[in-house]
Structures are given as structure tokens and as C-alpha cells.
């Protein structure tokens, strides 16, 4: 039912900054709980942050507190990621997803996940 399509993935050098986005389809955007998740070469995928229906509830993993923020705009149907101060350690593959609370996207573990993008941090 619902479509995500995330984007905004490239190479950058620690220190820089890059904003994700995440187009979401098929169903009442402005209803769902908003999420992103990551998964970094060998490991499982993570949850990085997550955003209520309105935008005025959100979470963060503590690897990433202070340096992302998670929002949302609901005319466009479409959920950001803003990381700044990047490091080696955030590169990954990106996922955005949806769910009915923020509590469950926040533990979401089958998604759906939609198109995950590529975020590469070198030295």
C-alpha cells in the first residue's frame, strides 16, 4: 500500500553535512509515523530516528543525537533526515519507513523499508 523512496545518498568526508529525503506514496502521509534506519557493511540494520504523525514527537538513537534531525512536510509527503557533522561511522544504507506510532516505527524490525540510499563517510 505504501511506497517509500529515499534519496540523497553520496560520498562526503567526515565533518560534512547531508540531507536525506524519503517520498512516501499510496497512503494518508499525513496519518503514519515516520522513520529512518541504517545499515552499516556486516552488521543488521539500526534505527537512527524516528517522527510522529505531526512532526512534534521525534526520537534518536544516541550514536546520533545532537548531530541529525528528523522532520517532516506533509504537503509533500515527504519525510527529511538532516545529518550534519558526519562520521566514518554513520556510512550505510539508508531506509526510510512507515508505521501507525512512533513507537512502533522507532522498533520496527520488517519495515517496509522502500529504496535505501547509499551515505558513504570517508576520512
Known amino acids: 500500500q505504501v511506497q517509500l523512496f529515499a534519496s540523497g545518498g553520496r560520498s562526503v568526508q567526515a565533518g560534512d553535512s547531508l540531507r536525506l529525503s524519503c517520498l512516501a506514496t499510496?497512503?494518508?502521509?499525513?496519518?503514519?509515523?515516520m522513520g529512518w534506519f541504517r545499515q552499516p557493511p556486516g552488521e543488521e540494520r539500526q534505527f537512527v530516528a524516528s517522527?510522529?504523525?505531526?512532526?512534534?514527537?521525534?526520537y534518536y538513537a544516541d550514536s546520533v543525537k545532537g548531530r541529525f534531525t528528523i522532520s517532516r512536510d506533509n504537503f509533500a509527503n515527504k519525510v527529511y533526515l538532516q545529518m550534519n557533522r558526519l562520521k566514518l561511522e554513520d556510512t550505510g544504507v539508508y531506509y526510510c519507513?512507515?508505521?501507525?506510532?512512533?513507537?512502533?516505527?522507532?522498533?520496527?524490525?520488517?519495515?517496509?523499508w522502500g529504496q535505501g540510499t547509499q551515505v558513504t563517510v570517508s576520512s
Open positions: 519507513t512507515s508505521g501507525a506510532t512512533i513507537a512502533a516505527v522507532t522498533s520496527a524490525v520488517f519495515g517496509p
Open positions: 499510496g497512503r494518508n502521509f499525513d496519518s503514519l509515523a
Open positions: 517522527i510522529n504523525w505531526n512532526g512534534g514527537n521525534t
